[in-house]
């Protein structure tokens, strides 16, 4: 296998980090993965915020709690959505397992393909990531809460427009625990026709 596939079947997504930062020169590389992505006609409307500020972060995390206490769930809802929930009820959660560094990727709302264009920059950064010997893990909380108003106003000051919306973000830093193990892939999801 060529060195690209190996370092996508190695990735793990990372739930425990050190406080140890990471480099300068690797949020360079990880930033410029993102933007080298593709975006659909070219268009590179998605913004990359990198959060970094400890005392931002647990901010930000206090919102995304309370956003999970006023949110209502039935037996519809995702149920990650459910479990997080659950689990912001503890003191001690973090949306993004205390990671030194949080990239946010949005995009303006109006625009169609808005989603697949900051995904395929996620991507982008998670593999650079586990190149580097960096952790990370997609998380979804920002997406989800991105309008609700506490959430809403700390991401406007930090220079995310109004009029752009959350599609994903990356935890970035050093893993303090085992990586995972890699789990077992569903048969029957290709289908090759010729």
């Known amino acids: 296998m060529n060195d690209i596939l190996n370092n996508i079947i190695a990735r793990r997504s990372i739930r425990s980090y050190s406080t140890k930062q990471i480099p300068d020169v690797s949020l360079a590389d990880l930033i410029n993965a993102g933007i080298y992505a593709p975006s659909g006609g070219n268009s590179q409307s998605r913004i990359f915020t990198v959060l970094q500020k400890t005392n931002l972060l647990e901010d930000l ?6 956003a999970f206490l006023n949110m209502n769930v039935d037996k519809m809802t995702y149920k990650s959505k459910i479990s997080g929930k659950q689990a912001s009820i503890d003191p001690r959660y973090s949306f993004y397992y205390y990671a030194p560094t949080l990239i946010i990727v949005s995009n303006d709302r109006k625009y169609s393909n808005a989603m697949a264009d900051c995904s395929v920059a996620l991507e982008n950064i998670f593999l650079v990531a586990h190149s580097l010997d960096l952790g990370s893990c997609w998380i ?3 997406a989800w809460f991105c309008d ?13 427009p109004k009029n752009y919306i959350v599609c994903g973000s990356a935890s970035i830093g050093y893993s303090s625990g085992n990586i995972p193990h890699a789990r077992s892939k569903k048969e029957g999801t290709v289908d090759i026709i010729k």
């Open 148 to 160: 609700e108003p506490k959430v809403r106003m700390i991401l406007t000051e930090l220079g995310i």
């Open 61 to 66: 995390n206090e919102a995304v709690k309370e």
């Open 140 to 142: 979804n909380q920002l």
